[in-house]
């Protein structure tokens, strides 16, 4: 029988388990790093290692359990990789508040947006009929210069007139383009 303080003769799993995880935790982490790059993760990782262990409980039975934790780490790899393919996070940008962010949806903003539209619609409808469609080909659609000379005959320099036309006016006009 065990005396007070001492240390019990056998050992809970649990206790195995954080025994296991202090001898193979830096293993771990190289492993990991190795092949996902990011600390975060491969931390992530290295503690599903260590979840595996903990539910097996039976880890004084493992006769090597070196190889039984790096085929346990391989396994949680192989499970990451398969979800990630599942649900296409490879394809998938994450959320930046610098790039996504700081859209304002606010009522009167839109309501701003809408009128500011309305009144460059309007003005664009002012302009000659060749200017606007040079214009609209160029600036909505995307056409090159070249393209749109070809499309109604005219030089690259006249679609580039009617184009430098059409903008001084909607300046003049909205105060912006």
Do not use: C, W
């Not at 539910?55 to 790899?77: P, S, T």
């Not at 393919?85 to 809408?114: C, M, N, S, T």
């Not at 320099?157 to 909205?174: D, G, P, W």
């Amino acid at each position: 029988m065990a005396g007070r303080g001492a240390k019990p003769l056998t050992s809970s799993p649990d206790d195995l388990a954080l025994g296991a995880a202090a001898r193979f935790q830096p293993s771990l982490m190289r492993f990991f790093r190795r092949r996902v790059g990011d600390v975060a993760e491969a931390e992530d990782l290295v503690q599903d290692v260590f979840v595996r262990l903990a539910q097996r409980g039976d880890l004084d039975q493992v006769e090597h359990l070196g190889g039984y934790v790096f085929e346990a780490a391989a396994n949680v790899l192989r499970d990451r990789d398969r979800r990630r393919k599942a649900r296409a996070a490879g394809l998938h940008d994450p959320y930046d508040i610098e790039q996504h962010g700081g859209v304002d949806f606010a009522p009167d903003r839109v309501l701003d947006g809408q009128e500011r539209l309305r009144l460059a619609s309007a003005a664009l409808l002012e302009l000659p009929e060749r200017t606007r469609h040079v214009f609209l080909l160029r600036r909505v659609e995307g056409l090159r210069y070249q393209e749109i000379a070809s499309r109604f005959g005219i030089s690259v320099s006249a679609v580039e007139k009617h184009v430098q036309r059409a903008m001084a006016f909607l300046i003049e006009r909205l105060g912006e383009a």
